[in-house]
């Protein structure tokens, strides 16, 4: 039976995650623009980030519970949700900056597109907790947390700050105030937490499900690296030299070797 304390923590793990967007907005409290080189080299640390989260965290742990099988068809459900999300941004194909000076009924649409499109994050932290309680955790606030679920809180928040960076980018060029960028940019990740939430009550009611959920917050992780992140920093890095080829190595590089020490203990 899943405690309401315990559910209360995985949600506030969840709204670490959502907060660290409004960190994305923080560059313009000092700076009127932010050099490409650095927006480049953050989706590509994001993007390593996200990559070692899923490899080495998700599908790894996955193992542990179930079979490739059950991995694969979560994967594919992780992918096919990004897939949707992404038809309905698409058909819909509304601006950062629309946020800031929606009515009503406009900014209940946008939540919806946000939450289709930022819930996997949150799925992935969620079910990070399965094994929370149990002994090899780490002691936190008088509750013993999985290395694992500690491990993608970071990683998730860590991602989140370039998505806030590009968020707030738009709204700033349109003459935004600076916390209006951190608001929008904190709103635009406002799933997480739910989804959080949401995935840790299903894996404590149906812990045989633990390898399909882990392989689609896998999935969907890494799907979103490939179509959305990459293809970002590819844009971004059209003006430098190269491409921004190196820049994006860079950052992958980083993003993926700065969470092996962590990994060791999970």
Known sequence: MVLTGELAFVFVAGLLTDLATGLGALPFFFVDDVDDRWR?????????????????GLFREALNYGGPVQIGLGALVGVALV???????????????????????????????????????????????????????????GFTVPVLAVFMTIAISIHNVPEGLAVSIPLHEHGARRW?????????????????AISYIFVQIARAALPFGYGFAGG?????VV?????????????????????????????????VPMLLFA
């Open 180 to 196: 209006t960028l951190v608001a929008v940019a904190v709103f635009t990740s406002v799933p997480q937490p739910i989804g959080a």
């Open 40 to 56: 480049v080299g953050l989706w590509g640390l994001a993007s390593g980030i996200m990559l070692s989260a899923s490899g080495f």
């Open 227 to 259: 179509s959305e992140f990459l293809p970002e920093a590819r844009e971004v890095g059209r003006r430098l030299p190269n491409g921004g080829t190196r820049e994006l190595a860079v950052g992958l590089v980083v993003g993926i070797l700065g969470m």
């Open 83 to 141: 897939l949707v999300a992404g038809r309905i941004i698409d058909d819909h194909e509304f601006e950062p900056r629309e946020i800031a000076a929606a009515d009503f009924k406009k900014l209940v649409l946008i939540a919806g597109v946000l939450t289709v499109h930022s819930f996997p994050e949150g799925v992935a932290v969620g079910v990070s907790f399965a094994d929370m309680g149990l002994e090899g955790g780490i002691p936190i606030a």
């Open 220 to 224: 969907a992780m890494v799907f979103l």
